[in-house]
C-alpha cells in the first residue's frame, strides 16, 4: 500500500533475482486459490443451507488461479508448485483433519479467516508493486476476498456463543504456523517489493477486523491476532 | 462521534503500558512488534460539555512509536498514521484528531499523497491536527502564565523555538497582533522560511537558539524532535516562564531552578470530569480533568457539529480561527493549563 511507485520503478520484473522469487511466491499463490477451492467444496457439504454460495465461491477461486497462471506467463516464470503444495502442507493438514471431525467453525477459521485474510494482506500490499499486468487481475481478485471473508464473519457472527470456544483453541492451533509460512517466504517476498512488517501488519488488521466483526472485544482480538508471533 | 488517533512516548513506556492494561503478547516486544502492530480502539469516552451538551468518542492507539522516527524507520511511521486515519473513518467517526507526531507525519512525508489506504479511501474532512486549539492554548498560556508570574509583556522578549512550524507560527501570529509583547524573538532550522515568517509578520528578530535562550523572558518551546531536547538553566535568562510545548514534555523533570518556571504547554483542563482511561497512561496530572489541546479540538468540533478538519495544512492557521476555537473552546468549558511544573 505505501510502498511509493519510486519502488515500483525500481524492481526489474525481468531479472533473474526477481523471476525466481517470483516463482515461489506465484506458485503459492496458485496453490492456495486452489486449496481454497476444495476448501469451499468440502465446506459446501458441511453447511448444506449454504451449499450454492459456497459452490460460487469454490468458483470464484478457480477463477483467481487462472489469472495469476497468466500472470507468471506473462513474465516467463514457472510456477514451483512443489515447493508451494509443502508451503501449505501444515495448514492443509489441520483442514483435513477438522473436516474428517466435523468440525466446521475451525474449518471456517482456517480457510474463511486465515487464509482469506492473509490472501487480503498479501495482494494489497503487493498490488503497488506488481508489474502492470499482475496489478490489474491482483485488483479484481483482492475485491472478490473479501466477500469470501464475508461469508466467514456472518456465519461465525451468527453462531457466536456457541463457536467461540472452538474459534479460540483452532486460532492457538493455527496462527502460530501462518506466522512460521511468512518467515519462510520474507526474502522471496522482498525482492519483490513487499515487505514482511507490512506482511504481518495488513495481516492483523484484516484478522483484527474479521474478528471484531464476529463478536470478539478489542482485548481478545489482540490476544488473538498476535498469538504466536513473537518465537515465530 | 469524535476521535483521537494517539501514540504512547517511548517503547519503554509501551511495555509498561501494555502489561498494565493486561496484554502480555504486546509486553515485552521490541521496536519490530510494535513496527507490525495494528491500530486498536482502546477506550470510549463520554464527555460532558459546561452547557450540559454530551458527546461520546473513541480513542485509536496507532501503535506508533517515536524510536521509529529516531530509527529512521519511516516506511513503518508512515503505516501507523495511515492504518489509524483508516481504521478511525471506518469506525465511522466524524472528527478524529490526530495527536502526538502523528500530524507531524502526516505533514512531514505528504500523506495527502496517500488517500487510499487498502479498501478505504481516506476522506480529509474527517480528521484535524488540533493544532489550532494547541496555538491558542499555548498563547493563553503565555499571556495568563506571564501575568501570574509578574512578567510584564509589555516590556518582555518572547523566543519562539520551532517559530516555522504550524504551531510556531500560529503563536507569533498571535502573539504579534493581540499582545503587546516588546519583541518576538524567532528560532528555527530553515533561514529560508524564517525569513518567510518575519516578513509575513512584518517584525520578529532571527536568532540562533542561544542567544534567544539568554535573552527571553518568556520561551515557548514548540519544536518537534523524536528525542525530546538538551537545556541547561544556566543557559536561560532568570527569571524566565518556559512553556514545553513539545511531545513528550521532559523540560520540567530536566530543568529545576527556583527562577526558572516550566508550564506543559498545549494542555487544557475541564470544567467537569471525562470518563476515559488513557489519560492516566499518557501520564496526566489530573487524569479525568487534563488533556492535550489538539484532542480536545476535535471534541470542540464535535459539541459545535463543525464536523470539518478544522486545522488542516501547513501554515493556514489565522488569528480569526485561533479566536473562533477559542471562544468555543470557553464555552465547552476548557481551559488552559496554568500551573507550573514543580522544581
Redesign the interface.
Known amino acids: 500500500m505505501l510502498q511509493t511507485a519510486t519502488i515500483a520503478e525500481e524492481l526489474d520484473f525481468h531479472s533473474e533475482a526477481y523471476k525466481d522469487a517470483y516463482s515461489r511466491i506465484n506458485a503459492i499463490v496458485i496453490e492456495g486459490e486452489d486449496e481454497a477451492h476444495d476448501n469451499y467444496v468440502r465446506l459446501s457439504g458441511m453447511l448444506p443451507e449454504s451449499q450454492e454460495e459456497l459452490i460460487k465461491l469454490s468458483k470464484m477461486e478457480l477463477k483467481h488461479k487462472k489469472g495469476f497462471e497468466a500472470c507468471a506467463k506473462n513474465l516467463s516464470v514457472t510456477a514451483d508448485l512443489p515447493f508451494a503444495k509443502e508451503f501449505f502442507s501444515p495448514l492443509h493438514q489441520n483442514f483435513q483433519v477438522a473436516a474428517a471431525a466435523n468440525q466446521t467453525v475451525t474449518c471456517l477459521l482456517i480457510q474463511s479467516l486465515i487464509i482469506e485474510c492473509f490472501a487480503i494482506a498479501a495482494y494489497n500490499i503487493y498490488i503497488p508493486v506488481a508489474d502492470a499486468f499482475a496489478r490489474k487481475i491482483t485488483e479484481g481478485v483482492v475485491k472478490d476476498e473479501y466477500l469470501h471473508l464475508n461469508f466467514g464473519e456472518q456465519w461465525l457472527n451468527a453462531n457466536f456463543a456457541a463457536a467461540k470456544a472452538e474459534l479460540q483453541e483452532a486460532n492457538k492451533q493455527n496462527l502460530p504456523i501462518v506466522w512460521k509460512m511468512l518467515n519462510q517466504v520474507a526474502a522471496d517476498a522482498k525482492v519483490l517489493g513487499m515487505e514482511k512488517e507490512a506482511l504481518i501488519e495488513d495481516f492483523m488488521i484484516a484478522y483484527g477486523e474479521a474478528l471484531s466483526n464476529i463478536g470478539f472485544s478489542t482485548g481478545e482480538i489482540m490476544r488473538m491476532s498476535a498469538y504466536g508471533l513473537v518465537g515465530a | 462521534m469524535f476521535g483521537l488517533i494517539g501514540h504512547l512516548t517511548s517503547l519503554e513506556h509501551a511495555k509498561t503500558v501494555a502489561k498494565d492494561l ?2 502480555p ?2 509486553a515485552d ?1 521490541g521496536l ?2 510494535w ?8 477506550d470510549t469516552i463520554t464527555v460532558t460539555s459546561a452547557t450540559g451538551q454530551v458527546i461520546e468518542g473513541y480513542y485509536v492507539e496507532s501503535c506508533f512509536l517515536p524510536e521509529m522516527l529516531a530509527t529512521r524507520r519511516i ?2 511511521a ?2 501507523k498514521i ?2 489509524a486515519m483508516a ?1 478511525a473513518q ?1 469506525q465511522g467517526i466524524h472528527i478524529t484528531a490526530l495527536g502526538g507526531f502523528s500530524s507531524i507525519i502526516f505533514e512531514e512525508f505528504d500523506l495527502s499523497k ?1 488517500r ?4 478505504v479511501e481516506l476522506d480529509f474532512e474527517r480528521f484535524t491536527t488540533g493544532n489550532t486549539h494547541t496555538a491558542y492554548i499555548i498563547c493563553q498560556q503565555v499571556e495568563q502564565g506571564a501575568q501570574q508570574l509578574g512578567i510584564d509583556l509589555h516590556q518582555s522578549k518572547v523566543a519562539i523555538i520551532g517559530a516555522t512550524g504550524d504551531i510556531g507560527s500560529a503563536v507569533c501570529r498571535w502573539l504579534q497582533a493581540k499582545t503587546n509583547v516588546s519583541e518576538l524573538l524567532l528560532v528555527a532550522r530553515n533561514q529560508e522560511r524564517l525569513q518567510n515568517l518575519q516578513a509575513e509578520l512584518g517584525g520578529g528578530q532571527i536568532m540562533e537558539m542561544t542567544e534567544a535562550l539568554a535573552e527571553a523572558d518568556v520561551v515557548v518551546w514548540v519544536a518537534s524532535m523524536p528525542k525530546g531536547m538538551e537545556i541547561e538553566a544556566s543557559k536561560l535568562k532568570q527569571p524566565c516562564l518556559l512553556i514545553d510545548g513539545g511531545y513528550p514534555k521532559n523540560l520540567g523533570s530536566k530543568l529545576s531552578h527556583p527562577n526558572i518556571h516550566v508550564m506543559n504547554g498545549g494542555i487544557v483542563e475541564h470544567s467537569l470530569d471525562i470518563d476515559w482511561k488513557i489519560m492516566s497512561i499518557v501520564n496526566m496530572d489530573v487524569p479525568a480533568r487534563q488533556l492535550f489541546a489538539c484532542f480536545a479540538e476535535s471534541m470542540i468540533l464535535e459539541f459545535e457539529k463543525w464536523h470539518t478538519n478544522f486545522s488542516w495544512g501547513r501554515n493556514q492557521i489565522t488569528v480569526d480561527k485561533m479566536e473562533q476555537i477559542g471562544q468555543a473552546s470557553l464555552k465547552h468549558g476548557f481551559r488552559p493549563l496554568l500551573s507550573l511544573v514543580a522544581n
Do not use: M, W
Open positions: 493486561g496484554y503478547e504486546y516486544q519490530d512488534f513496527c507490525s502492530a495494528p491500530p486498536q480502539t482502546v516506511k513503518a508512515i503505516r495511515l492504518n481504521h471506518k496517500h487510499q489506504v487498502r479498501n
